[in-house]
T-cell receptor
Framework: AQSVTQPDIHITVSEGASLELRCNYSYGATPYLFWYVQSPGQGLQLLLKYFSGDTLVQGIKGFEAEFKRSQSSFNLRKPSVHWSDAAEYFCALNTGGFKTIFGAGTRLFVKA | DTAVSQTPKYLVTQMGNDKSIKCEQNLGHDTMYWYKQDSKKFLKIMFSYNNKELIINETVPNRFSPKSPDKAHLNLHINSLELGDSAVYFC???????????FGPGTRLTVT
């Protein structure tokens, strides 16, 4: 069965520091992969997606993610975090059907 | 223009009552979803409709009944509400071959 694991329940980063959120998936082939962000009291917003091709994908708000097939990972990165990036981040997987599986989320705290 | 909208945003009701949540999307998408997000932020799919046809029903109690009058609307009716139904319910939409989903702002349901 397919699954998505986000090993970190929460992460605290200083403003201006770099960020990496981890995501591992379980699936026999290459899935479609996504990162979504949920600000407090809001719905989820797509940050970026990977379907095929270049394994480094750029997204909105200065985020990028790298797909590594050998590690079954799709980690999200940002070189310099802003206080407004504090939110819940979800990694998600779709295998080409109507069902998307979400990870449990990583809560990002940003300290001044 | 709001892409995916839900009403109401907050819903407080007593056990045993029946309530409905409405969802509308103006993106021209064929597929719509209902998700339940619990207090730990875990996001679980409940239903998916494609072109008004039920595609996914994820072992949701019969008290939950979705209805899709047209491709732009997917409503959720809940009978005999229970304490465990308290959660945030998200509506989302997508195109079947694109898989990225657009989420509504959520409806926070509190059952007392």
């Amino acid at each position: 069965a397919q699954s998505v694991t986000q090993p970190d329940i929460h992460i605290t980063v200083s403003e201006g520091a770099s960020l990496e959120l981890r995501c591992n998936y379980s699936y026999g082939a290459t899935p479609y992969l996504f990162w979504y962000v949920q600000s407090p009291g809001q719905g989820l917003q797509l940050l970026l997606k990977y379907f095929s091709g270049d394994t480094l994908v750029q997204g909105i708000k200065g985020f990028e993610a790298e797909f590594k097939r050998s590690q079954s990972s799709f980690n999200l990165r940002k070189p310099s975090v802003h206080w407004s990036d504090a939110a819940e981040y979800f990694c998600a997987l779709n295998t080409g059907g109507f069902k998307t599986i979400f990870g449990a989320g990583t809560r990002l705290f940003v300290k001044a | 223009d709001t892409a995916v909208s839900q009403t109401p945003k907050y819903l407080v009701t007593q056990m045993g009552n029946d309530k409905s949540i409405k969802c509308e999307q103006n993106l021209g998408h064929d597929t719509m979803y209902w998700y339940k997000q619990d207090s730990k932020k875990f996001l679980k799919i409940m239903f998916s409709y494609n072109n008004k046809e039920l595609i996914i029903n994820e072992t949701v109690p019969n008290r939950f009944s979705p209805k899709s009058p047209d491709k732009a609307h997917l409503n959720l009716h809940i009978n005999s509400l229970e304490l465990g139904d308290s959660a945030v319910y998200f509506c989302a939409s997508s195109q079947p071959t694109e898989y990225e989903q657009y989420f509504g702002p959520g409806t926070r349901l509190t059952v007392t």
